[in-house]
């Protein structure tokens, strides 16, 4: 019965560039209702490339780079200002967990019980083995959740800006856990289109998400969340297709074809295998697709971020590039084998459920509000955020030893928010030329017009800096690059 009304719609799609599902019953054996019909496409909408609207008028969708001006970029920035969990997914997570846990969830000994679990959760996540059992799923939510939901949106924002995010576009979701990345992720473009719609901007988008989870209690966590939410967005310009999640471990699972971006948010940290061996993994899930861009996201802390830049070299040898944050200034590959570096876009506001939770004995032991993860976006067609190379005017910092307490000019990308304080700011720096960890150091009385822009320049964006002081940092087995009033510091973006 389906079989028909499918078969024509990809011929009007091959055929038309529009067309009405009542026409479809011009040609079709059995006539339906529209909104039959409507319900026998949607699921194939996305492979169609077709966007349906409410009036049941079809149009083929041609896939291009989402418009993003300048005003509405600025639009989208003023959003993340002050970022937070929006009020409809918080309602969802606390209804959830109510209907979980009882009404009474924040008192007594059900939250007794949560709080210990969010406790011991924070302990095991640090050692590498997480599990969850549903009241894990539920001190997740309460704790990881929200930071996790809206540092995505920071990496969908530069993503959106650099021009990779498109009309169609096609998601997975790997170790989605209650479906954070795909949450995050519909909020973003309900939250673009909101700003299209307010311009009077007609952007219709057409969007797929797939999703690889092992715990079934996660998956059934997933699937409740995001279905809720769903059927409470107002869809107007976008075709959402959203899969059954694939129950099964990212090693193993059936690969999807042809997709866009690849996400693993806080997951490789919780495989078997050794940071290198993350690397096949990665590789297997993204063999199928053309030119996927793949964005893996660990916490900040010392060993899970190193890891991520161990897999991320593993995944360079296999042919990914690496598209941010890192910038091959002199042009050859990342020499470090032994790189901390993470981004930190500020603190999300408390959501009322983890304030609840917090209570009032030792609350900080509950409140998470803290965005600071690393991150590696990786794409195999070789286009990078930044383009740029190092021509001889410069020093590479892998040569900084032969000029200690000598001032010389240097480009880097900075690779870290400020890692000192208001009296003296120290910046990472990298040009991928040594492991040797090198920093910025701009004491405030340094501060002029002419040095001034590194305190502006953003995670991963790359600066020139001439007449910098070299010193080595003996304790630290590092080099100190010192800003003085004498310093210029161009930023390049
Ligand atoms: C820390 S949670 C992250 C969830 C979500 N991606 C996020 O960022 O909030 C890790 C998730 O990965 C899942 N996971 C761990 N190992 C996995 C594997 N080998 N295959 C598939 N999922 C896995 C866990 O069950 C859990 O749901």
Not at 98 to 126: F, L, M, P
Not at 274 to 295: H, M, Q, Y
Not at 382 to 387: A, D, H, I, Q
Not at 464 to 474: A, D, G, P, Q, S
């Amino acid at each position: 019965m389906t079989t028909e009304p499918l078969s024509l719609a990809k011929y009007l799609a091959s055929s038309r560039t529009e067309f009405t599902l009542s026409e479809m019953n011009l040609y079709l054996s059995q006539k339906h209702e529209e909104k039959d019909l409507y319900a026998i496409l949607k699921p194939h909408l996305y492979d169609l490339s077709l966007f349906c609207d409410a009036n049941y008028r079809c149009q083929k969708l041609i896939n291009r780079p989402l418009l993003a001006d300048e005003t509405i970029i600025r639009e989208l920035e003023n959003l993340f200002k002050s970022p937070r969990l929006p009020a409809p997914i918080e309602k969802l997570v606390e209804s959830y967990i109510e209907n979980s846990c009882g009404k009474d969830w924040h008192r007594g000994g059900t939250a007794q019980v949560i709080r210990e679990n969010i406790v011991k959760q924070k302990e095991e996540y640090w050692k590498g083995k997480s599990q969850y059992p549903k009241i894990r799923m539920i001190s997740y939510l309460l704790y990881h959740f929200p930071v996790y939901f809206c540092q995505f949106q920071y990496l969908l924002l530069d993503l959106f800006k650099c021009g990779l995010l498109t009309t169609r576009m096609s998601f997975l979701d790997a170790g989605a856990g209650p479906g954070t990345i795909t949450l995050s992720t519909l909020d973003f473009l309900d939250k673009l289109q909101g700003i299209y719609s307010r311009k009077n901007i007609d952007v219709k988008m057409n969007i797929r998400i797939d999703s690889i989870e092992k715990e079934q209690e996660n998956i059934d966590c997933y699937r409740e969340l995001t279905s809720l939410y769903l059927s409470k967005m107002a869809l107007l310009n976008t075709n959402i297709t959203l899969n059954e999640p694939v129950h099964a471990p990212v090693e193993k699972a059936k690969t999807r074809k042809d997709v866009d971006f690849i996400i693993f948010s806080n997951v490789l940290a919780e495989l078997r295998s050794p940071p290198p061996e993350r690397a096949g993994v990665v590789e297997r899930i993204a063999s199928t697709s053309k030119n996927p861009a793949v964005i893996i996201i660990e916490p900040a802390d010392l060993v899970n971020s190193k890891a991520l830049r161990i897999t991320q070299n593993a995944l360079v040898k296999k042919g990914f590039n690496i598209f941010s944050p890192c910038t091959l200034i002199w042009g050859l590959g990342c020499s470090c084998s032994d790189c901390w570096s993470f981004y930190e876009p500020g603190n999300i506001q408390v959501p009322g459920f983890m304030r609840k939770i917090a209570g009032t004995r030792e609350p900080y032991r509950y409140l998470n509000t803290d965005m600071k993860f690393s991150f590696a976006i990786l794409k195999k067609d070789g286009k990078t955020k930044y383009s740029y190379e190092a021509k001889g005017k410069f020093v590479r910092l892998a040569n900084l030893e032969k000029h200690i307490g000598k001032r010389i000019n240097i480009v880097a990308s900075v690779m870290s928010g400020n890692l000192g304080d208001e009296k003296t700011f120290v910046f990472k720096l990298c040009d991928a030329t040594t492991s040797k960890p090198c920093y910025a150091v701009l004491p405030a009385f340094h501060i002029t017009e002419q040095n001034k822009l590194l305190l502006k320049a953003g995670y991963g964006s790359i600066v020139e800096i001439f007449n910098t002081l070299v010193r080595e940092n003996k304790e630290f087995s590092s080099y100190n690059l010192l800003i003085t009033r004498n310093t210029t510091v161009m930023p390049l973006q």
